[in-house]
């Protein structure tokens, strides 16, 4: 633990956070490698399941919406994205050191050694194979398939400029998750839906790759913040526009009408406020905008509920 951080919080937590107040000690470093502090991110891999769920209670209202399938993806989501963000924290240990904002987190402040680190990454991993062996054999090997791109993920920002696609590819794999746990295959809706969030994921982690993008050019690492540049602000909202009217389509694909349609249009405008008050130059601005995702994903959420109901 550093002297300039005594606490071992880590910067870019909210001041106050649940771990930092109420967790165990010996637990704190943990909790803070898998992101429990910063619950935006499970929050972000779980919504697309919620959508798909929500896609197929449209297509088939008589089945209806699965509400413990969700809460299995809920937990599965909170599982797997603190893995995810700690095998990334393994591999990029060297590089957090050199970026402000993480080099705070529990690794390279030296709270949690890269082999105990290992250890809680094979608990986690362990714990979600639990969640995904509840669903059907399709469902599992979909499940399974997904960890190529979350193994692959954290070397993406090395070798290309779009690591956020590559995170796209991952993250919204719910998408198609939510979906097969429900009729045991894949079709268009889902697709549609998938292909809509990995734009989704694209335009917000680009908004979130901006806080930092001067020490990312410093030391090399690549993202869709630095390759647009002064362009990011339009090419956010062609990615956002793309994703809505996916999702959009998704959704009449499933038999969804002016319900959704009108609904949804709450999460247009949130996506719309992202990509005109974004400022990179204004310190806390862009971990606003991309925090402000959690209730896109609550809006099509109870979007795709209303639907169902009516």
Not at 18 to 39: E, G, I, M, S
Not at 99 to 124: K, M, N
Not at 254 to 273: C, D, E
Not at 285 to 294: D, W, Y
Request: with cysteine; charged share 15%; glycine share 8%.
């Amino acid at each position: 633990m550093t002297d300039s951080n005594p606490t071992g919080s880590v910067a870019d937590a909210q001041a106050g956070n649940w771990v930092d107040r109420h967790a165990p000690d010996w637990l704190k470093p943990y909790a803070r490698l898998a992101r429990w502090d910063r619950p935006i991110g499970f929050w972000l891999l779980f919504w697309p399941c919620a959508w798909s769920l929500g896609l197929a209670a449209v297509a088939d209202p008589a089945r209806g919406f699965d509400w413990w399938a969700a809460m299995l993806m809920l937990v599965g989501a909170i599982l797997m994205r603190g893995a995810g963000c700690t095998f990334n924290d393994i591999v990029d240990r060297d590089i957090d050191m050199k970026v402000a904002r993480t080099r705070s987190r529990p690794i390279p402040s030296g709270q949690v050694t890269a082999r105990d680190a290992l250890a809680f990454l094979v608990a986690q991993a362990l714990l979600a194979s639990v969640i995904l062996f509840q669903f059907n054999r399709f469902t599992v090997w979909a499940g399974i398939a997904s960890l190529v791109l979350v193994a692959i993920y954290p070397f993406m920002k090395r070798i290309t400029w779009w690591p956020q696609l590559f995170l796209g590819l991952a993250f919204s794999w719910g998408a198609l998750v939510g979906w097969t746990s429900q009729t045991g295959g894949i079709a268009q809706p889902a697709l549609l839906l998938y292909l809509g969030c990995i734009l989704w994921v694209i335009g917000y982690d680009t908004i979130y790759a901006l806080q930092d993008i001067e020490d990312d050019a410093l030391i090399g690492v690549r993202s869709t913040a630095r390759l647009f540049g002064p362009r990011t602000r339009p090419i956010v909202a062609g990615f956002y526009s793309g994703a809505f009217v996916l999702w959009m389509l998704a959704a009449l694909w499933a038999g969804a009408g002016i319900v959704f349609a009108v609904l949804s249009l709450v999460a247009a405008g949130l996506l719309a406020w992202q990509v005109q008050t974004v400022d990179v130059e204004a310190p806390g601005n862009p971990l606003l905008r991309f925090k402000n995702n959690h209730y896109v994903g609550i809006a099509l959420t109870l979007a795709l509920l209303a639907e169902w109901v009516w």
